[in-house]
C-alpha cells in the first residue's frame, strides 16, 4: 500500500509527462542530475495541480474517481505558462516556494530561505 505512491512517482516520470525513458542515459551522474530536476520538475507540477484543483475542482468520471491526476492538471497549466504566459508564470514560481498545507490545515505558509 506504501508503494503506491512511488509507482505512481515513477509512472509520471517516465510515461506520462516527463518522458524519462526517451533520454537514453547510462552515465550516472548525469542521470542523477536529470533525475533530481524531472523531481523537482514532478513536485512543482504536483504543487500547481493542488492549487489549480482548489480552484476549479477536477471532474469525477462516472466511477468516481478524478479525470486527470494532479500532476497531470498541474502540467497542463505550467506549460501553458512558460509557452505564453509571462505573468502567470511568476505566479507558478511563487508556488514552487510555497509549501503543500499540512492535512487539516487550510492555509498555507510561505518558505523562509
Sequence with gaps: R?????????????????NLEQTHMTQADRLSRLFGLLSLAL???????????????????KHGRPAWSRATYGRELLCTALRWGKTTFYTHLELLKSPFSAPGRQKDQPVRY
Design 2 to 18: 506504501l508503494r503506491w505512491s512511488i509507482e505512481c512517482t515513477f509512472s509520471a516520470m517516465k510515461t506520462r509527462g516527463l
Design 43 to 61: 513536485a512543482w507540477m504536483v504543487r500547481i495541480g493542488e492549487w489549480r484543483a482548489e480552484h476549479h475542482p477536477i471532474p469525477r468520471k
